[in-house]
């Protein structure tokens, strides 16, 4: 009985071990939640942290958010406010509440906010309004600057005291606008419209001061967007504070993170640009002068090797003096031979006279021709006794002196000549060739016997 006793009870938990095991498994549970209801009980002890309660119409939960979180919401809220927050579940040990530890809080209506923000968001980045190739350059030096926000508030304040400091010769024109609620966007899109008409400005500044998500939700508009991005002139966004982000910042050439800063991203400053232009003209003004002191050795340099020209001309003048002596002397002396060889020439064409020269070849000539005329006639008579002697001996063997002595030439019908006998058969016909014409026969026998006649010339 003992025993079964014993085996029943179990052990029991200290307080702070249930609390641990229970906090352990909410964490463990729940990794990260957004929670939405009406703040209540808010408190900020001199820690700086934040407690309050959620609740519904049914329940509530305790909230506690630190110090290192909260110093990053820019409005504090209060009693009764509809409010979002993202946090983990957790219990606080020491008393064994349920509580939820707070990373961040927003109001109720932010997040269809949001969720309206990054579609939009990703329809223009799909098509390509966000692309830097399409980005058009800001000009370092405009000569006008437009500027697009509340003629009453405080970026149209800011930016005009940037650019009086940095370039107040700069002209600037405002297109004036409402930059918070539902008329704005229509104003904002009109005023870049008016900026493009007036065509003075070769920037536009479009902005506006800080606020919360929805004072700025205007540059977050499609409408806005679109206008932007068809807009001709650069553009620089310039919407709220550093940490604020608008689909204007995304859509536009350049971003500034204030209406302050797009003023000195567009100007250039004066005082700058008048040490540029100082700093410039110290260093043309020490390049000149190490010129001009380069150019003045070289001067020096050049003028010493530089000779008196009077004494060159004089030097000259002598040489030529020289040269004139010289050949005054040497025609002269080319004049005297000349003239001897003159002489000598004259007294050799005396003793060699041409007409007696004339005459002897005269003479000679007259022999050549009657020893050539002599010559010829010797010649042409042994030719004439050689041609007839040659038509002689050619007579005696040419064909028709043998034909004159009785002989023939014989051809058969095909006109072959006949030279033996049994060239020919009985009753072929035949043509004899003799001095002085053709004889046509037939045969009529053939004798193979030799009965020429002795004689036959008889």
């Known amino acids: 009985m003992n025993d079964v006793f014993q085996d029943t009870r179990t052990r029991a938990l200290s307080v702070s071990e249930l609390n641990h095991q229970a906090r352990h498994l909410l964490e463990t549970s729940f990794m990260q939640v957004w929670v939405e209801g009406e703040l ?47 946090g983990k579940v957790t219990l606080y040990e020491n008393r064994g509440d349920f509580q939820i530890i707070v990373e961040h809080i927003e ?152 209406p302050s800063a797009a003023a000195e991203k567009v100007s250039p400053d004066q005082k700058d640009m008048l040490r540029q232009i100082n700093d410039r003209e110290f260093r043309l003004a020490n390049a000149a002068r190490r010129a001009l002191q380069r150019l003045n050795t070289k001067l020096e340099h050049l003028s010493a090797r530089l000779r008196d020209p009077r004494r060159e001309l004089l030097e000259k003048a002598q040489r030529l003096d ?14 005297d031979r000349s003239q001897v060889r003159s002489n000598h020439l ?7 006279s041409p007409r007696k020269q004339l005459a002897n070849s005269r003479d000679a000539l007259d022999r050549s021709a009657s020893q050539l005329d002599k010559a010829m006639k010797r010649i042409l008579a042994k030719l004439q006794d050689r041609l007839e002697h040659t038509a002689g001996t050619l007579n005696v063997v040419s064909p028709l002196a043998t034909l004159g002595r009785g002989y023939a030439i014989v051809r058969d019908e095909h006109g072959n000549i006949i030279r033996n006998a049994p060239d020919v058969a009985a009753g072929d016909r035949i043509s004899a060739h003799v001095a002085n014409g053709t004889v046509t026969a037939e045969v009529k026998s053939i004798n193979l016997e030799n009965n020429w006649p002795q004689n036959p010339g008889n």
């Open 107 to 258: 109001p109720a209506g932010l997040g269809a906010l949001q969720q309206a923000f990054e579609e939009l968001k990703r329809k223009l980045q799909a098509e390509g309004l966000f692309e830097a190739g399409r980005k058009k350059p800001i000009p370092a030096l405009p000569a006008h600057i437009g500027v697009v926000t509340s003629p009453t508030g405080a970026a149209i304040h800011d930016i005009l005291t940037v650019l009086a400091r940095r370039c107040p010769a700069i002209p600037v024109t405002l297109y004036p606008t409402t930059v918070q609620g539902k008329p704005a966007t229509a104003e904002i899109v009109r005023a870049i419209e008016l900026a493009q008409a007036h065509g003075v400005a070769d920037v536009l500044i479009i902005g506006r001061g800080g606020g919360s998500l929805e004072d700025l939700w205007c540059f977050n508009e499609e409408a806005v967007a679109r206008a932007i991005a068809a807009c001709p002139i650069p553009t620089v966004s310039a919407v709220g504070h550093e940490t604020d982000v608008t689909i204007a910042d995304f859509v536009a050439d350049l971003r500034a993170p204030t």
């Open 40 to 86: 209540s009980g808010f408190s900020r002890p001199s820690s700086g942290h934040w407690y309050f309660s959620l609740k519904d119409q049914k329940c509530q939960v305790r909230c506690a958010m630190f110090r290192g979180l909260n110093q990053r919401i820019r409005s504090i809220p209060k009693e009764g406010d509809q409010v979002r927050i993202r």
């Open 322 to 335: 020289d040269l004139e002596l010289r050949l005054g002397k040497t025609m002269g002396q080319r004049l």
């Open 346 to 352: 004259a007294q050799r064409l005396a003793m060699q």
